[in-house]
């Protein structure tokens, strides 16, 4: 008898922002120019007309790891790298409403990231979302922390048991359950389709930030790199102090699964 595939959704959160990569990245000398050219084609291979750089934002995202959840669940690292082949051209969407609402943003490429201390591997994208007056908000609440908390939607074939190898729909182990030295838990494995990453309100997940440093150092070589000298004009010096603030932050959390 053929089983139905599961569509789930997983959590993940923000790691960081870059508002004006394109820009930065072109001041920072002819290679920079050469990957801020090479990041707006990639952007610009969504659009049906040429996008200019201060149109858009782009925020990178950890959507999904090969770490065990509350749920007693984790993706196998082969599994991860067919996710990271899939998630560019999904939508960003918000709290998985695929009726109700239409898309924030698209997720224009994506790449693995190792974190071996924790020997943690995870599908880290760019999503960039456009200025417009209906994502003002929505953007100044990714910026400013609020809207912390991602959650892949994805659907896979076979929950494999971590104890007897077999569907765990056809075995008798229950995940979280103790058997002999281990614990129960199953491995998601064929993944058919990755959905839509999506920003969600999920609680109780022990967030911290975890800036990288140095931003002084950085923003300053910006700004050398643009040519400025003394004092920097009011909105431009508004700029560099708030990148300085939230530019570039990590939000780790712990590993849960989305409650929607």
């Known amino acids: 008898m053929d089983l139905e595939p599961f569509v789930f959704s997983r959590d993940g959160y923000v790691v960081g922002m870059r508002a004006s990569e394109v820009a930065s990245t072109a001041a920072a000398g002819d290679a920079g120019a050469a990957d801020g050219d090479a990041l707006l084609a990639q952007i610009n291979s969504f659009a049906l007309r040429p996008l200019a750089t201060d149109e858009f934002v782009v925020f990178t995202m950890d959507l999904c790891h090969n770490q065990m959840d509350r749920h007693f669940s984790r993706f196998p690292d082969e599994e991860l790298e067919k996710i990271n082949r899939m998630v560019p051209g999904r939508p960003l969407m918000e709290r998985h409403d695929l009726r109700g609402t239409l898309p924030r ?39 400013g922390g609020v809207y912390r908390e991602t959650s892949i939607g ?79 004009p009011l909105d431009a010096a508004l700029e560099v102090g708030r990148q300085a603030f939230h530019w570039p932050v990590e939000l780790w959390s712990k590993t849960v699964w989305a409650d929607e």
């Open 154 to 232: 994805f659907s896979f074939r076979t929950p494999e048991c971590g104890i007897c190898g077999k569907d765990l729909r056809t075995c008798d182990h229950v995940p979280g359950r103790t058997y002999g030295d281990a614990v129960c838990h199953y491995v998601m494995r064929d993944v058919l389709e990755v959905i839509e990453g999506s920003v969600v309100p999920t609680g109780s997940q022990g967030t911290v930030f975890v800036p990288r440093s140095p931003n002084a150092q950085s923003l300053s070589a910006r700004a050398a790199g643009a040519g400025r000298s003394g004092p920097l």
């Open 105 to 143: 943003g698209t997720f224009f490429r994506s790449a693995l990231h190792s974190d071996d201390a924790r020997g943690r591997l995870s599908v880290r994208p760019d999503v960039y979302v456009l200025r417009t007056p209906d994502n003002e908000s929505f953007i100044l609440n990714i910026e």
